[in-house]
């Protein structure tokens, strides 16, 4: 599992995905070769089908399940909530909301968002079920602290304190068709690059990142942030709208290319070969480019 320190640079957790149909999501992921866990439901309205991924790491898809809960939890002050609300109300109901870092101490991470004017907004704690392939359950709580650079919506970052990680084996749940073991690099698209630093080095925990050459070293993998021209260059399909700041890229890593290749070809799932690796572009169920790398 990801560490999740006190101090230091926060590891990368997950990702949220927002998705208009957890099933739409399930079926297109599963035909990118990924095992795709049981619906989740959040008590605020929200549901997930995550894909865990052995190094620790896990994409959340995110649903709307209840309207009405989700619309009184955020005007009760729900930021998970509010912030997904924004995004769609700007992006739409498919893509890719926010960056999470695991952390042991919300609280802390809370304050130092407060201080650096950055804080997305009140802490949320919360707990739900939680079910394994087997069908064993567990309950998983989490206590989570927003940051968010004024007036955006197409992105956000928060920290994740997981307070009772369920007990339950996910190693069913790990073992994708597509070989994929992990997540490489996260990559976000920005109008102005260097205007991110700070929003991004207050979210890690680490003061002296400058975002060198677009990229912020993680424990377990780098956040890059590149203006609209590299992305393109780099991976050969448009950046999109114009924006200050939106995550565009999952890197992830696989044991052979090749059988990625075969698996996408025989589900016929386009897909294109740039740099070393290989790139599905963002579908409907899918809210972000794909990118398999291979990992010796």
């Known amino acids: 599992m990801t560490d999740r320190p006190t101090t230091g640079t926060h590891p990368l957790d997950h990702l949220v995905l927002p998705t208009g149909s957890l099933e739409v999501a399930r079926a297109r992921l599963t035909s990118l070769g990924f095992v795709v866990a049981p619906t989740g439901i959040h008590p605020f309205g929200t549901e997930n089908c995550c894909v865990f991924l052995a190094d620790g790491t ?11 809960a989700a619309i009184e939890a955020a005007a009760a002050g729900n930021v998970f909530v509010a912030r997904d609300r924004a995004y769609r109300e700007s992006r739409g109901d498919e893509g890719f909301s926010a960056v ?18 950055l804080s997305g907004g009140d802490t949320l704690s919360f707990s739900r079920a939680f079910t394994d392939t087997s069908g064993k359950s567990d309950v998983a709580s989490f206590k989570l602290a927003f ?10 970052l928060f920290a994740c304190q997981r307070i009772n990680a369920p007990k339950v084996d996910r190693a069913a749940l790990q ?7 992990g997540i490489l690099e996260v990559v976000a698209v920005s109008d102005q690059p260097a205007e991110q630093i700070s929003l991004i080095s207050v979210a890690v925990n680490d003061p002296a990142a400058d975002g060198d ?27 999109g709208s114009s924006t200050k700041l939106r995550f565009a890229a999952i890197v992830f890593a696989v044991r052979s290319t090749d059988v990625t290749s075969r698996l996408l070809a025989a589900n016929s799932i ?4 740039a740099g070393s690796g290989i790139v599905v572009r963002p579908a409907t169920g899918q809210g972000a480019a794909f990118i398999f790398r291979e990992i010796q």
Not at 175 to 181: I, L, M, Q, V
Not at 213 to 239: E, Q, W, Y
Not at 270 to 273: A, G, N, T, V
């Open 213 to 239: 050459g677009g990229a912020f070293l993680l424990p377990n993998a780098t956040l890059s942030v590149l203006d609209p021209k590299f992305f393109t260059a780099r991976f050969g399909i448009p950046a």
């Open 175 to 181: 073992a994708h068709a597509n070989g994929a073991s």
């Open 100 to 117: 999470v870092l695991g952390t042991g101490n919300a609280d802390a991470d809370h304050v130092r968002y407060v201080e650096a004017g």
């Open 58 to 68: 896990y994409l959340e898809p995110l649903a709307i399940g209840s309207e009405q």
């Open 270 to 273: 386009q897909h294109d070969i």
């Open 147 to 156: 940051a968010a650079a004024s007036g955006t919506t197409d992105a956000f």
